[in-house]
């Protein structure tokens, strides 16, 4: 069966249907041109307002921390310290000196204790936390044995420690105390030391 060949109306009628086609793709493209900007500026819009959420938590998060840290220094400076002296004396340790904030380093050993109560034969060195934990107490135990590595000039010292909590948990208190560690804890508006009966304070 032979093909007619195509008349310049089949020409005509084909080259519409490819503009036609062609048009209707470039619409499409457009279409899907401006949806994607779409898209793009609304997650644009959702980044911009999720960073100025995570900026104002930092902010929040930072003002709680530097509030924490103002009342932790004020346990310390108002009640800690100045409980030291009386606590200490019940238990005939006599008190001779607090130094407050210790800082040293020796042969790339770094200290940091937040109170060191000493006297001619003995020092106590005490962590003071706004929460005291388990592994607060873990690591003040490591310090207490490399303080008179760090701090030669207490060499012949009897070396002790305590902890203090603005919040210290009964199991944290017994861990603390089966450690040979002092437990400086409020009650009411002083600050007492817990030492149940036949306690014995770790020596370094």
């Not at 793709?25 to 307002?49: G, N, P, V, Y």
């Not at 995570?54 to 530097?66: A, D, V």
């Not at 001619?120 to 934990?133: F, H, P, Q, T």
């Not at 437990?183 to 149940?196: A, H, M």
Request: net charge negative; aromatic share 6%; hydrophobic share 40%.
């Amino acid at each position: 069966m032979s093909q007619t060949n195509p008349t310049l109306d089949d020409v005509w009628r084909l080259f519409q249907e490819t503009d036609r086609r062609f048009q209707e793709t470039e619409r499409q493209m457009k279409e899907s041109a401006l949806e994607t900007d779409h898209r793009f500026q609304e997650t644009e819009r959702l980044i911009k307002e999720s960073a100025k959420e995570t900026e104002r938590l930092i902010k929040q998060l930072s003002k709680n921390l530097g509030d924490i840290g103002n009342r932790l220094g004020e346990f310390v400076e108002q009640m800690v310290a100045p409980a030291v002296v009386r606590v200490f004396r019940d238990q005939g340790i006599e008190v001779h000196a607090v130094y407050p904030n210790i800082s040293a380093k020796r042969n790339g050993v770094e200290l940091e204790i937040d109170l060191l109560v000493v006297n001619d034969g003995a020092l106590i060195g005490v962590e003071c936390k706004s929460k005291l934990v388990e592994a607060h107490i873990d690591a003040h135990l490591e310090r207490l044995s490399n303080l008179k590595r760090v701090l030669p000039i207490y060499k012949d010292h009897q070396v002790m420690g305590a902890v203090a909590g603005m919040v210290v948990e009964e199991k944290v208190a017994k861990y603390a105390l089966q450690q040979g560690l002092y437990v400086l804890r409020p009650n009411g508006e002083q600050i007492d030391l817990s030492t149940p009966p036949g306690f014995k304070p770790a020596v370094w």
